[in-house]
């Protein structure tokens, strides 16, 4: 359900978690990825715009001190659950009300004998003593439809397949559904929202007066939800909607938050065409899941541990200056084994799980590199750690003997140590961002070493 979009804010969130600095430069480059999602969910431009200007303002007045990417990522989750309606609207049957009736309405094909069966499927394993009535005389074999439905759910439809009249069927049922605590009611759609449809739909009400009506919209119509929303509200007061058909399009998104703008709360989301597939819709939970909060939070938590804030700009100031030492080198190594084996780390990382089935041995080859490295390290002089051009061949040897690592994976380590302090000379001699890297430059440094290097220490 809304794979697409829900990578692609994953990545983005991860992006968050695993950056070194949260700084004008990462909010706008997450902004900028969430923008291009949004609108390929069908998301109204509109919208989008006022959600990037929200988060980019509050970003700048409210985030500051610890815990920034913390910060950051509550403050998508929530301008999120915003435009997606807040709390969750909850609807209540009540029992006394005997038959509670629930009026379906929406065009044709936009899942409403469908979701009828889903409701009262729901609502029977939750113990209500469940009915459904079809009303829709319009499209051949509806009643079929509904009949066949029923039996899957093992619940009773009332139908008459001969009647055209959708009021005689009411009247000819009326007293046979009061011994059901609720009744989900199907009704005939049209193509478009004509005015024999609104007529139709106005008339069943007055008769009926059920106690919910629930329009039922189909998610691949995206934006579109807002002006059909709008419509059948002018026809008939809705309570609320059921955004179907959420596992089969891209567009989900955009339809979701649609029927926010237009005030019609979503009740029910339909994930699939089995009885079953129906959840209630808590936009909070909602974009947690979609934003793969319990990942980030465990991978947040990790980074927190390993690498405290005073070390952080303790480092920053470091690379400010240019300065990068083989004293650096190890305290970097140290926060990535505090984080646990890579592997387990990677893998909450979207993406980076494939990685791993990949290539099963990449981050062990990095872990074993990475302990020898340490190891090496440990056998030097504080002078040799703050000076690593001194490392001659026989320093290299004594090193190599004390720690148990050959003098290969000795060599390999200054030259890849070398590489990386090179990197950060340049770019804080070039006053790039303050002595930060820039991107372009952790790009280059990041191919220069490849796979081999590097490149799992996030730098
Ligand atoms: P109605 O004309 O409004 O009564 O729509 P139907 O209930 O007949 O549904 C139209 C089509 O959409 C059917 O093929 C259903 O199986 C399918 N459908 C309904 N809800 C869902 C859903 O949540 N997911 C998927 N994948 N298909 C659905
Ligand atoms: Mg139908």
Known sequence: MLEKLGDTLKKAMSKIAGAVFVDKKLIEEIIKEMQRSLLEADVDVKIVQELSEKIRKKAEEKIQGLEKKEQLIKLIHDELVEILGKEEHKIAIDKKKKPFKIMLLGLYGAGKTTAAAKLALYYSKRGLKTCMLGLDVHRPAAPEQLEQLAAKVNLPAFINKQEKNPSAIWKEFEEKIKKYDLVIIDTAGRDVLSSALIHEISQLHKEISPELVILVLPADIGKAAASQAQGFKKACDINGVIVTRLDGTAKGGGALVSCQETKAHVLFIGTGEKPQDIETFDPSSFVSRLLGMGDIKGLLEKAKLAIDEKQQAKMKSRMEEGKFT???????IKSMQ?????????EMIPGMGSLKTKMPNVFDVQETKLKKWRYAIDSMTPKERESPELLNSNRISRISKGSHVSAN?????????????????ESSASGLGQGQMDRKTMEKLAKKLGRKGLSGLGL
């Open 409 to 425: 994976d000795i060599r390999e380590m200054i030259k890849q140590y070398k590489l990386v302090k090179g990197f950060i000379s």
């Open 326 to 332: 083989l004293d650096d080198l190890y305290d970097q």
């Open 338 to 346: 505090n984080m646990g084996p890579l592997s387990k780390v990677a």
